[in-house]
């Protein structure tokens, strides 16, 4: 990894911001990845080839909460609810699914209405936009029949 942010013309992110769109836990990466900048070559061949301790934190943790969140289908504070403060392995998120406590099916039912409601507020505002769509094409069309102008 870049050392020196000035060294190259590229853009480059800090290790936090690479670790994060990696879906990394950054204190489990290795010093050099978090020591230095990353420039957006070295992260798209760090997409592209994944190195073996990339695919080892990604295949089994620790994950970092926005993760572990999306792994268990809650939102990322139902885990602070549930005390869940600190990253889990794929193996501790595994254990979860399988136990589902009671606080992670009040949670995963939580998240499904919220995502429910949303899906029936976007519905309502498409249906609303068609239907005003609707009626500007209608009252033009029946000024064009009675020869109307604009207004």
């Not at 230095?36 to 990604?58: C, H, K, M, V, Y």
């Amino acid at each position: 990894m870049s050392s020196n942010p000035k060294a190259s013309a590229s853009q480059s992110m800090k290790p936090a911001t690479a670790a994060k769109k990696l879906g990394i836990y950054l204190p489990a990466a290795p010093a050099e990845f978090q020591e230095g900048d990353i420039t957006r070559e070295e992260f798209d061949a760090l997409r592209q080839n994944p190195p073996a301790w990339l695919s080892e934190l990604l295949a089994q943790g620790p994950h970092p909460r926005p993760v572990v969140a999306q792994k268990l289908n809650v939102s990322i504070s139902g885990l602070a609810r549930a005390g869940i403060t600190e990253p889990l392995t794929t193996a501790e998120i595994t254990a979860l699914l399988q136990d589902r406590p009671q606080w992670l099916q009040e949670e995963r039912a939580s998240m499904a209405a919220v995502r429910e409601e949303a899906r029936r507020v976007k519905a309502a505002a498409e249906e609303k936009a068609a239907r005003s769509a609707g009626a500007r094409h209608g009252a033009a069309a029946e000024r064009a029949k009675r020869g109307g102008s604009h207004g």
